[in-house]
């Protein structure tokens, strides 16, 4: 199916690594062995596969990824790339180094479990979670019984290099609220030198449930960050999303999200704010399989430099998910000739009572607004951050949590300081 | 206390220029107004100095005190202390009014080497602006000029002004559109400004808001070139009898 990467030296090096390893991973080994047999076929995705049109994992099919052997590797540069205003929450911590749980930097909450103790592994044709299954040896479990609120809580992911050569890492987190349970997981990733971070969640929410879920990727300039997230909100359940990239050579984020029960409500907003030769790819896949579900999508990538920027966004309203409310947005705001943005959205309804809009928008820096910025006094650089913190203004402003607030400016923040 | 001189200033717009020439000489403590009929380069000459992409000088100076104004960028002209209220002032949604008078504030303190203001210093400093201008309270908290009528919009520039205090402000026809209360306001917002450091040049269609700021000399713009100098009773000269004569004699 995709001879292209199926024999690459990336997945040789998996498949290679899976071999020497698999006695000593933990959990049901045939299903590791079913998985692999899914990447072995299947390889690296390319663009050969609709669901990879627009990315290409070609970047990555020469390399080698090396094991990590960090167990105990201390972790202070790494935690100094994660942006203070998250480091000075006053809430539990969840610190994962190369895919594995480090207690020893973490303050776990009651309803966490390591991922390690009691892997739950389930077949998924798709080959990055395949990878995922064949290869993953922790992860964060986090399961709140009946009406709990659990607050906030912050899960780190801290990824490095083995000696200048790349690392890969899979972690599988499991997320399991029951009725009427609450949680605000923040969750960053950071990292330095070049590796694969491959994570997986499984979120299941019951009814009534709420997960809000920020999500910062901001991990090195030259790693990849390819993230697979399964969702399902039932009855009442609401899962409120934002992903914000900002880091990896290349990224993709796909989450595929199902309002399994009635009037359930399911959020994935994203930012992307790339330059350089950046490439990130935000791809949802929303089944709207219960009546009165609502479902919003505002999508809005800044890009800068040679930049690329992807959104696919697929609904698919289901013959008996009357009344369902869909709308989603795409918006991109271009800051040199040279970015580009591919924009997808397709729409499946078979109910015959729905509100589904969608829509799109491109544009440049506003050159009236700059000038304005400059005759008051403000440099360039800062002028063009302003224009950019306003132009992601909705996006952030609505974010109720004060501490994801304050995390995600300070990295525009930043990051415009950087590059100025 | 500089002054602002300008000698055979040429400015085009693609190819076609707008500006054949200007000689002008501000100097410290004076307001000086130029009048002019539409299309006679009253804007292009207000964009020109204040740094706007787009036009190209294709001649002359303009400079302010010992800066060369054209060899400039917008925000270093105004941390030297240039200030352009504009005609149309610039929607900016997404961005408060309040961040954005204390970043421009602090990026024109930094530059001239000047500590920044913390929010609180900045809104004492603010909210005194606002009281001395009769202006609500909540004008900080909307965004800028978003949703602002005509008149706040002005009022709005002038409160950027009394702000930022600058040393020489261009008035770009900031009295387009204004009623006379609206007019009043910007009058006095310029006047409280005026002393021995303060320049300004107030371009203008109409005599009517040199009524409340009173020139010093008066300069008749018409065809890309100052065409007539004199006091403020050119103004009223001007108004009684309308640019056509004025324009036909200099042809």
């Not at chain 1, 990824?159 to 050569?165: E, R, V, Y």
């Not at chain 1, 990733?189 to 709420?210: C, D, E, K, M, R």
């Not at chain 1, 791809?283 to 959104?311: C, E, K, M, W």
Request: glycine share 8%; hydrophobic share 45%; proline share 5%.
């Amino acid at each position: 199916m995709s001879a292209l990467t199926g024999g690459s030296t990336a997945a040789t090096s998996f498949l290679s690594r899976f071999a020497g390893l698999k006695t000593q991973l933990p959990g049901n080994l045939a299903e590791r062995e079913a998985a692999s047999v899914v990447f072995a076929h299947a390889g690296l995705p390319g663009r050969k596969l609709e669901a990879w049109k627009y990315t290409s994992l070609a970047p990555l099919a020469d390399a080698s990824f090396h094991e990590p052997l960090t167990l105990l590797a201390p972790c202070d540069d790494l935690l100094a790339l994660v942006p203070p205003p998250a480091l000075a929450m006053d809430c539990p911590r969840l610190i994962f180094r190369d895919g594995r749980f480090r207690a020893d930097l973490s303050t776990a909450p009651g309803f966490f479990s390591s991922f390690a103790d009691a892997p739950e592994l389930a077949a998924d044709p798709r080959p990055m979670v395949a990878l995922n299954t064949m290869l993953t040896e922790d992860g964060a479990v986090l399961d709140l019984p009946e009406g709990m609120d659990g607050g906030t809580l912050l899960l780190v992911h801290l990824a490095s290099d083995l000696h200048g050569q790349p690392t890969a890492a899979h972690p599988r987190h499991i997320i399991r609220l029951a009725k009427g349970a609450r949680l605000e997981l923040i969750e960053i990733s950071v990292g330095s030198g070049s590796y694969l971070h491959n994570p997986v969640f499984q979120i299941a929410l019951a009814p009534f449930a709420t997960l809000t879920h920020v999500r910062l990727q901001s991990e090195a300039a030259v790693a990849y960050h390819l993230a697979t997230l399964n969702v399902s909100a039932d009855t009442g359940a609401f899962y409120d999303s934002f992903t914000f990239t900002a880091g990896a050579r290349l990224s993709r984020a796909e989450t595929s999200a199902t309002i399994a029960g009635e009037a359930a409500r399911v959020h994935l907003d994203a930012a992307q704010l790339l330059a350089d030769h950046q490439h990130a790819d935000i791809t949802t896949i929303l089944r709207h399989a219960a009546p009165h579900g609502a479902s919003r999508q505002t999508v809005r990538n800044v890009l800068d430099g040679h930049a690329r920027g992807v959104f696919q966004g697929r609904i698919e309203v289901a013959r008996g998910a009357q009344k369902t409310d869909g709308y989603q947005m795409n918006q991109a705001l271009l800051l040199s000739p040279d970015a580009e943005i591919d924009s997808k959205p397709e729409l499946e309804i078979f109910a015959d009572d729905v509100k589904c809009s969608h829509g799109a928008t491109v544009g440049e820096l506003d050159a009236d607004q700059f000038f304005y910025l400059r005759a008051r006094g403000v440099p360039a650089d800062l002028a063009r951050m302003m224009l950019v913190r306003a132009f992601l203004a909705d996006s952030i402003d609505a974010l109720a949590n004060d501490d994801a607030r304050a995390i995600l400016d300070h990295v525009l923040t930043t990051r415009w300081g950087a590059a100025a | 206390m500089s002054t602002l001189r300008i000698e055979g200033l040429k400015a085009s717009i693609g190819d076609k220029e707008i500006l054949h020439g200007i000689d002008l000489v501000v100097p410290a403590g004076e307001v000086h107004a130029i009048m002019g009929p539409n299309g006679s380069g009253k804007s292009t000459l207000s964009y020109v100095l204040s740094g706007r992409d787009g036009y190209e000088v294709t001649g002359g100076i303009a400079t302010y005190g010992d800066a060369d104004l054209l060899a400039m960028d917008p925000e270093q002209r105004a941390a030297a202390g240039l200030f352009l209220a504009f005609q149309y002032p610039v929607e900016l949604p997404g961005v408060g009014n309040a961040n954005f008078l204390r970043v421009a504030l602090n990026s024109i303190r930094r530059t001239r080497g000047e500590p920044e203001l913390d929010a609180v210093q900045f809104l004492k400093l603010a909210r005194a602006a606002m009281k001395s201008l009769s202006m609500p309270e909540d004008m900080l908290k909307r965004q800028v000029n978003v949703g602002f009528s005509g008149g706040e919009k002005k009022r709005n520039e002038v409160l950027q002004m009394a702000i930022l205090k600058p040393t020489l402000a261009i008035l770009d026809e900031t009295d387009s559109g204004l009623d006379i209360d609206a007019l009043k306001i910007v009058a006095d917002g310029v006047n409280a400004l005026r002393g021995p450091d303060f320049s300004a040049l107030v371009i203008t269609h109409y005599q009517r808001l040199l009524d409340y700021i009173v020139p010093d000399r008066v300069h008749v713009l018409a065809h890309g070139r100052i065409i007539r100098s004199g006091g403020p009773e050119l103004a009223l000269e001007l108004e009684a009898n309308g640019y056509a004569q004025i324009v036909a004699e200099a042809a």
